[in-house]
């Protein structure tokens, strides 16, 4: 069954402490692997998507990368405006139905 | 553009009621979606449209209805409504429903069943 699973749950970091989360798939045809960042209250928002193993995409102070069982969203000198939740989201189809959420991971920057 | 729109924000039901939840988007996108995010689970995707007419079950279909009248509205109907129901609604939309299009989801709708 396909499977998205993040990690960690929750992440307290510094501000400047400089860290990564995960997400982990077992998906049979990987098409995409979407990063979104949700604050409390809000809907989802867009940051990137990766296609390939071994492919990279940068944000300002965030980095996705991507090998063939997982992704990881490096946070590099974070600030307390990223703090949220990062969602990923892998669609195993050609369609956008086939798309699963991970629950997230929480993280919170304090000054 | 205003992107995807919600309408309630929060509203509050008791078991049995009915009510419609409204989503518009202004990006003449034809992929439209509804998911609900419950607490420490990921986004489950209830139904979708491709276009115009043509609507779809998704992962978690049951006690919810679609239609898809015009490009830019995909209200969602709970027929009768259950304790189970509770969670927030996110509707959302996409330019083609081919690989890799990014969604664009609204604000949400917290819905509360007693």
């Known amino acids: 069954e396909d499977q998205v699973t993040q990690s960690p749950e929750a992440l307290r970091l510094q501000e400047g402490e400089s860290s990564s989360l995960n997400c982990s798939y077992t998906?049979?045809?990987?098409?995409?692997l979407f990063w979104y960042r949700q604050d409390p209250g809000k809907g989802p928002e867009f940051l990137f998507t990766?296609?390939?193993a071994g492919e990279e995409k940068e944000k300002e102070r965030l980095k996705a990368t991507l090998t063939k069982k997982e992704s990881f969203l490096h946070i590099t000198a974070p600030k307390p405006e990223d703090s949220a939740t990062y969602l990923c989201a892998v669609q195993a189809g050609d369609v956008n139905n086939d798309m699963r959420f991970g629950a997230g991971t929480r993280l919170t920057v304090k000054p | 553009n205003a992107g995807v729109t919600q309408t309630p924000k929060f509203q509050v039901l008791k078991t049995g009621q009915s009510m419609t939840l409204q989503c518009a988007q202004d990006?003449?996108?034809?992929?439209m979606s509804w998911y609900r995010q419950d607490p420490g689970m990921g986004l489950r995707l209830i139904h979708y449209s491709v276009g115009a007419g043509i609507t779809d079950q998704g992962e978690v279909p049951n006690g919810y209805n679609v239609s898809r009248s015009t490009t830019e509205d995909f209200p969602l109907r709970l027929l009768s409504a259950a304790p189970s129901q509770t969670s927030v609604y996110f509707c959302a939309s996409s330019y083609g429903s081919g690989r890799g299009e990014t969604q664009y989801f609204g604000p949400g709708t917290r819905l509360l069943v007693l």
């Open positions: 990006m003449n996108h034809e992929y």
């Open positions: 990766l296609y390939s």
């Open positions: 998906v049979s045809g990987l098409r995409g």
